[in-house]
Nanobody, 124 residues
Framework: QVQLVESGGGLVQAGGSLRLSCAASGRTFSTYAMGWFRQAPGKEREFVAA????????YYGDSVKGRFTISRDNAKNTVYLQMNSLKPEDTAVYYC?????????????????WGQGTQVTVSS
């Protein structure tokens, strides 16, 4: 079992930055890949980013490439999502996910474990 708790969401102006954090507990953190998805009202869930268990491989959805950076600190059991150059269309609830499977084509299959979500709102 894995428990995930996100933090760091909030309201920011377009062009600004936010950093999301996801703290994990339960199984040994360094044994599984982590990722982020988001969902805006009335839209389907969208893959944002993923990182391998070691941190050596990262994957991004097309809409965030070049603006968002995923990282992890296995000593702190935490994964981060640094979001720069935010746009109003980035407004969504962001969910942390464990055991994600991602591809180089910018797609991903979620794992079994989800956080509760954190709201990110970008004003124009």
């Amino acid at each position: 079992q894995v428990q995930l708790v996100e933090s760091g969401g909030g309201l920011v102006q377009a062009g600004g930055s936010l950093r999301l954090s996801c703290a994990a507990s339960g199984r040994t953190f360094s044994t599984y890949a982590m990722g982020w998805f988001r969902q805006a009202p009335g839209k389907e869930r969208e893959f944002v980013a993923a990182i391998s268990w070691s941190g050596s491989n990262t994957y991004y959805g097309d809409s965030v490439k070049g603006r968002f950076t995923i990282s992890r600190d296995n000593a702190k059991n935490t994964v981060y999502l640094q979001m720069n150059s935010l746009k109003p269309e980035d407004t969504a609830v962001y969910y942390c996910n464990a055991e994600i499977t991602a591809t180089r084509r910018g797609t991903a299959f979620p794992g079994n474990y989800w956080g509760q979500g954190t709201q990110v709102t970008v004003s124009s």
